[in-house]
């Protein structure tokens, strides 16, 4: 199976702003740590993510999306678009993906398409048996151990 990848999420004020320089200091350390090909930068705003491409281009970049980033951003699959065309893999929240996982291969491909975030083994189980390349969750150990119980069935 993949590795696992330590995300880390680029967060905003309240307005959705992006800290002054937190993308140059998070790829600083980063790099000081030399890290970057198991970190993935994560945020739920564009802005920030086409940021993070024009300044940590050798780190790649996931895209949150829930139902509220959806409304905000025009609907779901204009939000997966605006997403894709930034380069970002694209990691929904699981009970709206659950309801449009068919569009979201579709529009993201399964490939670069994950789920948020389950944590509890059936949940876990249930996006181990989906047609996606990244579960993100606050239970990688859990995951682990039950993606090695079904690789081995």
Known sequence: GAAIDLEIELKTDALGNPYPGLIEKVAALVDARDIGAGVVLTCFVPDVL??????????????????????????????????????????????????????????????????????????????????IARITSDRPDLALLLRAERDRR
């Open 50 to 131: 086409a940021e993070a491409r024009q300044l940590a281009p050798r780190l790649r970049r996931l895209a949150s999306v829930d139902r509220r980033s959806c409304e905000a951003f025009g609907g779901l699959e204009r939000t997966l678009e605006r997403f894709v065309a930034l380069d970002c893999l694209v990691a929904v929240e699981q009970s709206l993906l659950a309801v449009a996982l068919e569009r979201c291969i579709a529009i993201v491909g399964g490939e670069r398409l994950g789920v948020w975030v389950p944590n509890t083994p059936h949940d876990l189980a249930f996006w181990l048996a989906q047609p």
